[in-house]
């Protein structure tokens, strides 16, 4: 099945640096998803994004949906350490299944 | 906040029982579906479901089998658990067409001995 690229595969930054991760994919997609896991728990949905170029805010997360729509990106500002976890992307194309990414996990140090 | 449950969170359970792990959503979607984590990986799509009697097979060949005969209710069964099942099963569900949002459930995790 498809596979979408995260990167980088595991972050360990100091809290209060911002945090970038990215998703590429070799297929279009029409929806992209930003989801975090905590260990153990389902994955929650952060951002949907549903067109090309469209930037979203939610509180301190804004994700963005590349122009090519092959890929998306996430930041977090000013990181606090109730943002550890896996970072997964899903993208979908029409109705159809979505496919998740690898996860990028984040460890904040105080 | 999104209004999947599954049951049970956590279960141990010993080689060749048969198993049915539960999910429940109240959001009234159409689409349902089953995904298999290992800890801190990514997640494969095993089966899913358009409807009521509708039952499709994920991208991960998978031993086990579902059901759909109500629109709220997606169960999955195993039935003969063997250690190489432990894992993570996540249920998750979205309404149909475009656009759409994938809500999960807590998960069940599962452990064969």
């Known amino acids: 099945g498809q596979q979408l690229n995260q990167s980088p595969q595991s972050m360990f930054i100091q809290e209060g640096e911002d945090v970038s991760m990215n998703c590429t994919s070799s297929?279009?997609?029409?929806?992209w998803l930003w989801y975090k896991q905590d260990p153990g728990e389902g994955p929650v949905l952060l951002i949907a994004?549903?067109?090309?170029?469209e930037l979203t805010s939610n509180g301190r997360l804004t994700a963005q949906f590349g122009i090519t729509r092959k890929d998306s990106f996430l930041n977090i500002s000013a990181s606090i350490p109730s943002d550890v976890g896996i970072y997964f992307c899903?993208?979908?194309?029409?109705?159809?299944?979505?496919?998740f990414g690898t996860g990028t996990s984040l460890t904040v140090i105080p | 906040e999104a209004d999947i449950y599954q049951t049970p969170r956590y279960l141990v359970i010993g080689t060749g029982k048969k198993i049915t792990l539960e999910c429940s959503q109240t959001?009234?979607?159409?689409?349902m579906y089953w995904y298999q984590q290992d800890p801190g990986m990514e997640l494969h799509l095993i089966h899913y479901?358009?409807?009521?009697?509708?039952?499709e097979k994920g991208d991960l060949s998978s031993e086990s089998t579902v059901s759909r005969i109500r629109t709220e209710h997606f169960p999955l069964t195993l039935e003969s658990a063997r250690p190489s099942h432990t894992s993570q099963y996540l249920c998750?569900?979205?309404?149909?067409?475009?656009?759409?949002?994938?809500?999960f459930g807590q998960g069940t995790r599962l452990t064969v001995v």
């Open positions: 998750a569900s979205s309404e149909l067409g475009t656009n759409t949002e994938a809500f």
């Open positions: 297929s279009i997609f029409n929806t």
């Open positions: 994004l549903y067109k090309a170029g």
């Open positions: 899903a993208g979908q194309f029409l109705g159809n299944q979505f496919y």
């Open positions: 959001m009234g979607h159409d689409k």
């Open positions: 479901s358009y409807g009521v009697n509708s039952t």
